[in-house]
């Protein structure tokens, strides 16, 4: 796909939305997993948005993919699977921002695997701004940080851990399905495999949640696709290398709606990390794009 250099900070903005309603979904994950368990918590959020997207999509009438993209999009939705379920599992044991402060590691990961999977050109003032945006994560979470955890938080944390190098990777995959195919069909074809997935342990796992649930479970399905559409098409238009800082906004959104929802405390560690987050996606997005020679797809 053919980008201009208009359309980078378009793509941009439209990510850093996209971050923001997904801290938004976690957010509504957490209550649900702390109520009905991580699991039935990603079974009827995916059951909610896989009518949302199978509406959307046969309303497109789209063309059917091609085999290789189709594999794209069934091995990215495994990977997303798997990570979900081990940032929510963690995320009962610890608070939004404090969870989502420990996978900041995931973008420094994504950020050469973008160069190593994709061929993109990692610059100067790429690494800066992912540097600059780790700093600020470093200073919220040593703030955040106490060092006393009982066993389940300690198995909250591996999770959280092993979840950002898997999401790390969903980054990139994200990329490549982004230049191959359309939002709603990414959407679409990612969700049918995690509902797959997880319908296949329903006879064993899954419990069908009381009505007063209903409104939390179609709140995370509607504000999860709607991240999924709006990041798809921000990495159609602007490379991985280029998008990957804007992670770091997550711990703004998480630590404001950590506070509103759960009573978790702002601090001034929290503020002042957020300031050089914000300082570092300023400089990924002010820089000037490398080329991008080839993007690898899965059918290579």
């Not at 091609?66 to 939705?77: D, F, M, Q």
């Not at 709606?257 to 957020?274: A, K, M, P, Q, S």
Request: glycine letters at 6%; charged letters at 10%.
């Amino acid at each position: 796909m053919q980008r201009s250099p208009r359309s980078i900070p378009i793509a941009f903005v439209v990510a850093s939305i996209g971050i923001a309603t997904y801290a938004g979904m976690d957010v509504s994950m957490k209550a649900l997993s702390l109520s009905i368990g991580a699991y039935n918590a990603m079974l009827w959020r995916s059951a909610f948005t896989i009518i949302i997207a199978a509406t959307l999509y046969s309303w497109r009438r789209p063309k059917w993919p091609e085999n290789y993209v189709i594999r794209l999009h069934i091995w990215r939705g495994i990977v997303i699977s798997i990570m979900a379920f081990l940032f929510f599992w963690g995320l009962k044991y610890l608070p939004v921002a404090e969870a989502i402060g420990l996978t900041f590691i995931a973008p420094l990961i994504a950020l050469y695997l973008a160069a190593a999977i994709l061929r993109e050109q990692i610059t100067g003032r790429s690494i800066g701004a992912s540097v600059i945006g780790l700093i600020g994560a470093s200073v919220i979470i040593t703030g955040r940080l106490s060092g006393e955890y009982d066993e389940e938080t300690s198995y909250g944390i591996a999770a959280i851990l092993l979840s950002a190098v898997l999401y790390a990777y969903q980054l990139i995959l994200q990329r490549q399905q982004a230049v191959l195919a359309e939002p709603i069909e990414i959407a679409f074809f990612h969700n049918c495999t995690v509902i797959f997935l997880f319908g296949c342990l329903s006879p064993f796992l899954a419990v069908v949640p009381a009505m007063s649930f209903v409104p939390l479970i179609a709140l995370a399905a509607i504000l999860g696709l709607i991240s999924l559409l709006m990041m798809s098409w921000a990495y159609a238009r602007a490379p991985a290398n280029k998008l990957i800082p804007i992670e770091y906004t997550a711990f703004i959104w998480a630590a404001i709606l950590g506070w509103l929802v759960f009573g978790e405390t702002i601090t001034l560690t929290t503020v002042l990390g957020t300031i050089l987050i914000v300082s570092g996606c300023l400089v990924a997005a002010w820089g000037k794009s490398a080329p991008i020679e080839h993007v690898k797809s899965i059918s290579t």
